[in-house]
């Protein structure tokens, strides 16, 4: 919810007429001044058990949150939420390219306001079978801090009893660095046998965990973005149809705790190393097959049993993954990415980008770098 509140407060910067009231915490006493307060709109969060309360309100008023908790699909509001599938298909992608044979998924037991920890499972789960390949699903309670040490043990145990090296993805940050204590505990190293992949990328966290841990941005900001600029077009009148929009993730953020190639034939994995090193320049199979002394007929054939997919399209998703960076983090136009990237044109790399994310790179810039910018003091264009 902090990286919610940046991104409608960075509407709120570029909007330059808003005055932004954020109660202090989800104590009664603050829901009353909700309540009893005279606003012109309200951005709520419903997974929180208060926010069904506000639809009393008369005013426009926009939902976010992570899908679940206390939204229901037939509130007459616009609702702003995490594409949880999405989130969950980046990283099965992830684990998979780097080449590991082996899978778990770690979350939450069920509660109102933790579905999108079921969804997450079901969608990994699905994505890994897809691959022709099982995935073992552990979900345990929100654990106090009396009782952690019962759930460290239980965790090492589990990933003890598991096939090694292995792929996990954990519901967010928060479940990954229990992973993280548990593996330590167990005496598994991070990522040689167990590689971890998080959600949120709170930076503050993921940076400074032994080993940093690997990420996925799920867009939380530009659901803020996307709440405010909904609940501004109802404040000025316009129509704003109820319902769900899913945001999709950004992307995810590699670091130490995935940072190595699950793959036992050498010269395949010599193979994604180079690719990885160098696609972003004008290489082809020839190049990879001339780098890892194998003939191209011999390494098409090897790559595609191995990782299940072909050379070409390994230099393909990196380019992609390049260009997509550089559309959020930078300014440059798009002929710069283009070349910083690969692609020999803009036009091959707009039909790249928008057959990866649905969107032109125009499309997708607006869309994950407006959240992040800086304030300009201008009215955001709608």
């Not at 992570?66 to 609702?79: A, H, K, L, S, V």
Request: proline share 5%; net charge neutral; glycine share 10%.
């Amino acid at each position: 919810m902090r990286k919610v509140v940046s991104g409608v407060m960075a509407f709120a910067h570029q909007c330059g007429n808003w005055n932004v009231f954020l109660p202090e915490s989800n104590s009664g006493s603050s829901l009353d001044c909700m309540l009893a307060g005279r606003w012109d709109g309200v951005i709520v969060g419903f997974d929180d058990p208060h926010g069904p309360e506000l639809l009393g309100l008369s005013v426009p008023l926009v939902g976010v949150g992570g899908g679940y908790g206390w939204f229901r699909p037939d509130m007459e509001i616009p609702y702003v939420g995490t594409d949880n599938t999405a989130v969950s298909q980046l990283a099965a992608d992830h684990l998979l390219e780097r080449g590991f044979v082996h899978f778990a998924y770690c979350g939450y037991s069920p509660t109102p306001v933790n579905g999108c920890s079921r969804k997450r499972a079901d969608a990994f789960h699905d994505a890994i079978l897809r691959a022709g390949r099982s995935c073992a699903v552990h979900n345990v309670p929100n654990t106090a801090s009396d009782t952690w040490e019962s759930l460290r043990d239980a965790l090492a145990r589990w990933l003890l009893s598991l096939p090694r090296p292995l792929g996990l993805m954990a519901c967010n940050d928060a479940r990954a660095l229990q992973i993280l204590e548990a593996c330590r505990m167990a005496g598994l190293r991070v990522p040689e046998d167990v590689a971890v992949v998080g959600v949120d990328n709170e930076e503050a966290v993921c940076s400074f965990t032994d080993p940093p841990l690997t990420s996925i941005d799920q867009g939380s900001q530009q659901t803020g973005y996307e709440a405010a600029l909904l609940l501004d077009q109802w404040m000025d009148g316009e129509t704003v149809a109820p319902g769900k929009r899913s945001v999709s993730p950004v992307g995810i953020v590699v670091r130490g705790s995935t940072e190595i190639l699950a793959v036992g034939d050498r010269d395949v994995a010599d193979a994604l190393r180079f690719i990885r090193e160098h696609a972003c320049r004008p290489i082809g199979l020839d190049d990879v097959g001339s780098a890892t002394g194998m003939t191209s007929a011999t390494l098409r054939r090897r790559f595609k049993a191995v990782l299940g997919r072909t050379v070409h399209s390994e230099i393909q998703r990196i380019r992609i993954e390049r260009a997509k960076r550089l559309l959020v983090s930078s300014d440059w136009s798009f002929r710069q990415i283009a070349r910083e990237s690969g692609f020999c044109s803009v036009q091959h790399m707009s039909t790249r980008v928008r057959q990866a994310t649905g969107h032109t790179p125009r499309e997708y810039r607006q869309r994950y770098a407006a959240a992040t910018s800086q304030p300009t003091g201008e009215r955001p264009t709608r």
